[in-house]
């Protein structure tokens, strides 16, 4: 009796361990994943502080890339992205948000997201929390264009941890999934939203599956879409753009 409680108890905690989202049944995008972050306070001269990542290979004839994400100790929110190919700038974006040697820790994700046989970039900077909030995350990602450019597409979001992206169609264009919590009827949901990266910019891609999917915020894990709204109900949740968007 005893064996056969032991067992029980092993099988459900590995099927608890194994739960997913609905989304993870489709095929997620492979990264390449790069995390040498050099820091360079600037703090005492400059008030500011550089936090750069050089990826070699990054371009098709094998030139390299270079991030570097600049803040303002006086401005945390006022911040600025610089790409360089090989050691000369190529591009210069504006980010509303702080980066610090506090949340820059996460690895830098390259992938070829949309399906164009060009490297994008993904990195996730967390605003740094408690609780709930430690889950509130900026995603940046930098689409590479045919000339070698880049689109700067941000937005906040909310994971545990990288949340890949899915291909939900099969046509090689990775579906970029955003969570937020809303609240309904006295109880609090997260809401999952599909969007596609077209014409240089994010398109909404619900239709793909039914989205967005609502799963009730419970103190424990929780991976079913919730019985308590209708699916045609939870499309009054559906984002156009995911939350603080900006493009560049």
């Known amino acids: 009796m005893r064996t056969l409680l032991i067992l029980s108890t092993l099988i459900i905690v590995t099927l608890t361990s194994k739960g997913q989202y609905p989304f993870e049944k489709y095929s997620g995008v492979k990264y390449r994943e790069c995390n040498d972050w050099k820091i360079y306070d600037k703090t005492e001269m400059e008030n500011k502080v550089h936090s750069t990542l050089s990826i070699p290979d990054f371009f ?34 504006f980010e509303p948000m702080g980066f610090s040697p506090s949340n820059v820790n996460e690895s830098v994700r390259i992938a ?64 970029i999934i955003t969570m937020n919590l809303v609240g309904h009827e006295n109880h609090s949901y997260w809401v999952f939203n599909l969007f596609d990266y077209k014409d240089n910019g994010l398109v909404n891609a619900n239709s793909k599956d039914n989205y967005p999917i609502m799963i009730q915020f419970l103190y424990r894990d929780n991976f079913e879409i919730t019985d308590k709204i209708s699916r045609e109900k939870m499309k009054d949740f559906k984002l156009n753009l995911p939350d603080k968007y900006d493009r560049k």
């Open 112 to 175: 070829d997201i949309n399906g164009d046989s060009l490297c994008d970039m993904k990195l996730v900077i967390p605003y740094n929390g408690c609780g709930l909030a430690s889950m509130n995350v900026r995603s940046i990602y930098l689409f590479q264009k045919s000339d070698g450019s880049f689109t700067k597409i941000s937005f906040d979001d909310n994971m545990e941890s990288n949340r890949q992206e899915r291909d939900f169609d099969g046509d090689g264009n990775y579906e």
């Open 60 to 93: 098709e004839n094998k030139d390299s890339m270079t991030v570097q994400l600049t803040s303002f100790i006086e401005n945390w929110d006022s911040s600025y992205i610089r790409i360089y190919r090989n050691s000369r700038q190529i591009q210069k974006f």
